[in-house]
């Protein structure tokens, strides 16, 4: 009997390993399958779920260049992480694993990646390397100088679903202040499209009237002549490839007003669309009696990647008889891509992207003063215009207020992926609004302290948006604001019945907005806890602690200890103060409140279900209260469910990695 149970305990784990070998493989085989029907996506979750089932650095090199092109930074961060140091096997690899960090906005990491590529690169070309490399550098410290300089007086914003999609939005070229051509992969492929606006909202996107019928191919990119007279725009191949400005191929073709109708398209001569390379972003402007077309090229002769180029022809004829073209220069093309060119007469000035001159993400807006060859050193727009993420396909509106450009940046809650592009407003000058107000206790008419304030946005078909969450501890709140929304403000108070009010910034004579807030208190019931916040907190406090599972990293700074680091999501990367353990590898806590003042007492109700944890921000007078900590993000969920039925509705989940606060997690 004990033998035959030693032969199925052997069999058991020998079916065991079995069972997994094929798991991992199957993941592959099915991750190659959503490749090839070009679900990319999931071709890249797959693979990195393979690579979790067997460590084959292949797998999880594949799920980083699948991420990586469809602009998931911080997935591909995690999957070139395990690799970053191979680049004699993986060419590049670290490069790409920095350059992901960078565009996460995660600048301080990204500077240490770059400088460790560089020591350690013995490959071919490291001088080429070297200087692409210090530019990497400079673009990340100009990154962390950004926001301190950005334009004030420029206010951006999404125009809206009439316009934007959950597929790729790019190309737009305002044919006047309130009509806008734009491109989208909406659809079965790319193709142009139009959209009106109404007062403050833009209208359903339809395709434009009477334009040609386009067979085959996708389609995009317009650019109308100043005249009106001729549409320029591109015809591009098809393929399982997601969209991609840069490495689509595409043709240049124009289309002509006879009356209220355009002509069939026709295609641009054979020396400005060559053979085997790209001609696109197509900009028309009316200079000298000439019509000058500027367009984006990877054709030879040019100084690598995608070279800005121009052609010209006589107004004075109706024909496609262009000059030969002629490369803008090494003062605005670089060894990278320089790509969506647009040229404003009134100033002089050329409007276009590159990733190859400094930047604070991967493409940044750039502005030369001058024409054909001969340009000034170009400028980086900085912030808002740019962004740690791609911006380009600047464009200003025809009464030049405003204008327009394409970002994948997450948005103020609106839009909180990077892996697709949508077309934003921008406003230059437009009016600053604010909303702020008081708060006092209902029964003494006293100042409450400490608050904590949420701000929402709402929508017409029900929904609001959380966009912001900030504690104040004079006994008032200030937030700047959009024109032409409504708004929701709620404010909590430890001890305090929540209390809120709405109103609309739609009247054009206000610049002020909100109204006093009484609040009512508790007595003796649970602590008000405010909605979720990435906000930072305050004093930090040295707390009870429980014994750490034996799957937990290993500690690299014990706690009792405190010590200062900075959170590494670009949209909470406040300084703070924590005495927590430092722990390697990943792990999550699971945040309950942030407080003006702190008081351990308060949160005795949950210390059962895990180690009390406080972190105070040192720019702010707020303190973050969390459990932890949990080595599964489904324990760290199942622990969040049960702190939330103590009272603690608004507690959700944050990753840590090494040590370091990584943000609110899903």
């Not at 070229?173 to 142009?192: H, K, Q, W, Y």
């Not at 103060?577 to 005795?604: C, H, M, N």
């Amino acid at each position: 009997m004990t033998r035959k149970i030693i032969l199925l305990l052997l069999l058991s784990v020998t079916m065991g390993g079995i069972g997994q070998a094929q798991s991992w493989r199957k993941l592959k085989k099915e991750a190659e399958e959503a490749y090839s029907a070009g679900k990319l996506s999931d071709a890249a979750d797959k693979y990195a779920q393979a690579y979790q089932k067997k460590k084959k650095e292949d797998l999880t090199l594949q799920a980083g260049e699948i991420y990586y092109t469809l602009r998931d930074y911080r997935k591909a961060v995690e999957a070139y992480r395990p690799i970053k140091d191979m680049n004699d096997k993986y060419p590049l690899v670290g490069l790409k694993f920095a350059r992901c960090l960078k565009q996460d906005g995660q600048y301080d990491r990204a500077i240490q990646e770059f400088q460790a590529f560089s020591e350690k690169y013995t490959g071919d070309g490291k001088d080429i390397l070297q200087d692409i490399i210090q530019s990497e550098i400079r673009g990340c410290r100009l990154g962390m100088e950004a926001p301190a300089q950005a334009n004030r007086d420029v206010e951006v914003l999404l125009p809206g679903d009439g316009v934007n999609s959950d597929k790729q939005e790019f190309a737009p070229f305002p044919v006047s202040d309130n009509e806008l051509f734009f491109s989208s992969t909406r659809g079965d492929r790319a193709r142009i499209y139009t959209s009106k606006r109404s007062g403050t909202t833009w209208g359903p996107a339809e395709a434009p009237r009477n334009f040609p019928v386009i067979q085959s191919g996708q389609f995009g990119n317009g650019a109308m002549a100043p005249d009106g007279s001729r549409m320029y725009f591109t015809v591009c191949s098809d393929s399982k490839e997601p969209w991609n400005d840069v490495k689509t191929r595409c043709e240049i073709f124009v289309t002509k007003r006879v009356g209220a109708v355009w002509s069939q398209p026709e295609r641009l001569p054979d020396y400005i669309n060559l053979n085997g390379a790209t001609a696109t972003h197509p900009n028309v402007a009316h200079q000298r009696g000439q019509e000058i077309l500027y367009f984006s090229s990877n054709r030879d002769g040019g100084r690598g990647g995608m070279d800005l180029w121009y052609v010209t022809r006589d107004l004075g004829l109706d024909d496609n008889d262009f000059t030969f073209p002629v490369n803008l220069g090494p003062v605005v093309n670089t060894l990278g891509d320089e790509i969506t060119p647009y040229y404003n007469v009134e100033d002089q000035s050329l409007y276009f992207a590159s990733n190859g001159h400094v930047s604070i993400g991967g493409f940044d807006i750039f502005r030369a003063t001058g024409d054909e060859v001969n340009w000034s050193q170009p400028e980086n727009l900085g912030m808002p215009f740019n962004s740690s993420a791609d911006d380009y396909a600047y464009i200003l509106n025809p009464s030049r207020t405003g204008g327009f450009l394409v970002s994948n940046r997450v948005f103020a809650g609106q839009k909180t992926e990077t892996t697709n592009q949508d077309i934003f407003e921008f406003a230059v000058g437009g009016r600053r609004v604010m909303v702020k107000g008081n708060v006092y206790d209902r029964q003494s008419g006293e100042p409450i302290n400490d608050i904590t304030v949420s701000l929402y946005q709402l929508f017409d078909d029900g929904r609001e948006t959380e966009l912001i969450n900030r504690g104040f501890n004079e006994g008032n709140y200030a937030f700047e604001i959009m024109p032409n929304r409504r708004f929701r403000v709620e404010v909590s108070a430890y001890g305090y019945k929540t209390g809120a009010y709405r109103f609309s910034a739609d009247d054009p004579n206000t610049f002020t907005y909100g109204q006093p807030i009484f609040l009512e208190a508790e007595g003796a019931a649970q602590p008000v806890t405010p909605p979720a916040t990435t906000e930072p907190s305050r004093p930090n406090q040295p707390t009870t602690t429980r014994p750490v599972e034996p799957s937990e990293p290993t500690t690299t700074a014990p706690a009792g200890q405190p010590y200062i680091t900075r959170g590494r999501d670009p949209r909470d990367n406040y300084e703070y103060e924590t005495s927590a353990p430092r722990l390697q590898g990943t792990y999550y806590k699971v945040q309950l409140a942030a407080v003006g003042t702190y008081i351990p007492e308060r949160f005795d109700n949950v210390t059962s279900l895990g180690r009390l944890d406080t972190e105070r921000i040192i720019q702010r007078n707020l303190t973050r209260v969390l459990l932890g900590d949990y080595m599964s993000i489904d324990k760290a969920r199942s622990v969040m469910k049960q702190v939330q039925g103590k009272g603690y509705s608004g507690a959700y989940v944050v990753e840590y990695k090494d040590g370091e606060r990584y943000g609110k997690t899903n």
